[in-house]
């Protein structure tokens, strides 16, 4: 993967210095290339049996991706449904024209 690294490195050197205009699209393209390091880490982590719990704990992270999913819906539900009635309830203290500016402004 170092030859990848110095491909990289290198193709990045000669478009800045022989490139008249400044795209820098193709050269960050190529560093995501680097990402398959990581691919190759995660790989070897999921082949090792030396690393049997943490295979363990990152299946189990894995199977819980559809729960994580459904309970941050519905925290995202109540904190709406909380705040549209905490709005409701400090309605009638905003528009009340008898109260203090500087109350308001702090609520």
């Known amino acids: 993967m170092n030859w990848i690294d110095f491909g990289v ?30 691919a190759r880490a995660l790989r070897m982590v999921y082949m090792s049996q030396a690393l049997d719990s943490l295979q363990l704990l990152l299946k189990c992270l894995s199977a819980s991706v559809v729960v994580l999913f459904w309970t941050f819906c519905l925290i995202v539900f ?25 109350k308001q402004r702090l609520v």
């Open 78 to 102: 109540i904190q709406c449904v909380a705040g549209m009635i905490i709005a409701n309830l400090a309605r009638g203290f905003l528009e009340d024209q008898n109260q203090d500016v500087e």
């Open 9 to 38: 490195v290198t193709f990045s050197l000669a478009v800045e210095f022989l490139s008249t205009s400044k795209s820098m699209a193709i050269p960050m393209y190529l560093r995501l290339l680097r990402l398959g390091k990581l």
